[in-house]
């Protein structure tokens, strides 16, 4: 089985940073695409940022120049250094990730709330 646990979440007023952490575990070969999506109440879920094996990055029109995403393949890691924050970045932040088992499979951490709010 595989796990992605995320940290970093929390309470943060306008302008502030935050930064999260996704880390994968158990049996796998390797990992292609990791991102961060998230869900604001109400509200479907959403690409915020992903990065593929070989480094190349996406990101959504909302957080281009706030928010950039890292990884460290070694520890099978991923970031999201979320700058600027706006109150309408308020959402729980999933990490994904495409593993390589005995096929190519998607998994999704639990969650972490992220709260824009002064």
């Known amino acids: 089985q595989v796990q992605l646990v995320e940290s970093g979440g929390g309470l943060v007023p306008p302008g502030g940073s935050l930064r999260l952490s996704c880390t994968a575990s158990?049996?796998?070969?390797?990992?292609?695409?990791m991102g961060w999506y998230r869900q604001a109440s109400g509200k479907e879920r959403e690409l915020v940022a992903s990065i593929t094996s070989g480094g190349s990055t996406i990101y959504a029109d909302s957080v281009k120049d706030r928010f950039t995403i890292s990884r460290d393949k070694a520890k099978n890691t991923v970031s999201l250094q979320m700058n600027s924050l706006k109150p309408e970045d308020t959402a729980v932040y999933y990490c994904?990730?495409?593993?390589?088992?005995?096929?190519?499979?998607?998994?999704w951490g639990q969650g972490t709330q992220v709260t824009v709010s002064s």
């Open positions: 158990g049996s796998f070969f390797s990992i292609n695409t």
């Open positions: 994904n990730a495409d593993v390589l088992r005995l096929g190519l499979l998607n998994y």
